[in-house]
């Protein structure tokens, strides 16, 4: 095995061999809400699966059709569940509720479904913004704390 010489013919240090330990940067910081969500999202990818097989099995869509559409949908709530860290994102996972309920057009019993999943939405996101915004509260209050215990210590 060769050695790469650098083109000033200096062997390179042993120590430039060495891999540098991987540093990570701090993971950014999930509200409750974005993490409440992402949970009833998750949730929905695993039930547009069920609904494509029974769209197919009951002959209400084309096998194509059942497949596409279910990845399709698949994709959209994967995108917005990579939005839920902006401020508008939540918005945009509430409008693809819209898709589940009108899932019953084509089987009835998807009224039902669709509006239970977002019912739980909403609960969600009513919930994760009044914890958010207690957290935030709490913080706030640490770090006055903080501030206070270091200008008391001086």
Not at 20 to 29: G, N, Y
Not at 99 to 120: D, H, N, Q, T
Request: some cysteine; hydrophobic content about 50%.
């Amino acid at each position: 095995m060769t050695q790469h010489v650098p083109e000033d013919d200096t062997p390179m240090s042993s120590a430039s061999h060495q891999q540098q330990p991987f540093l990570r940067a701090p993971r950014r910081r999930r509200g409750a809400t974005e993490s409440l969500l992402s949970v009833v999202l998750g949730l929905e990818m695993m039930l547009v699966f069920f609904v494509a097989l029974v769209f197919y099995g009951l002959r209400k869509l084309e096998p194509l059709q059942a497949l596409f559409g279910g990845i399709l949908v698949v994709v959209l709530l994967v995108i917005a569940t990579r939005m839920l860290r902006y401020t508008w994102g939540p918005w945009v996972g509430a409008a693809l509720q819209l898709i589940f309920i009108a899932c019953g057009f084509l089987e009835p019993i998807m009224f039902l479904i669709g509006v239970g999943f977002a019912a739980m939405y909403g609960y969600y996101f009513a919930k994760g913004r009044q914890l958010d915004r207690r957290n935030e509260r709490f913080r706030a209050r640490l770090e006055s704390e903080r501030a206070d215990a270091e200008t008391e210590g001086e």
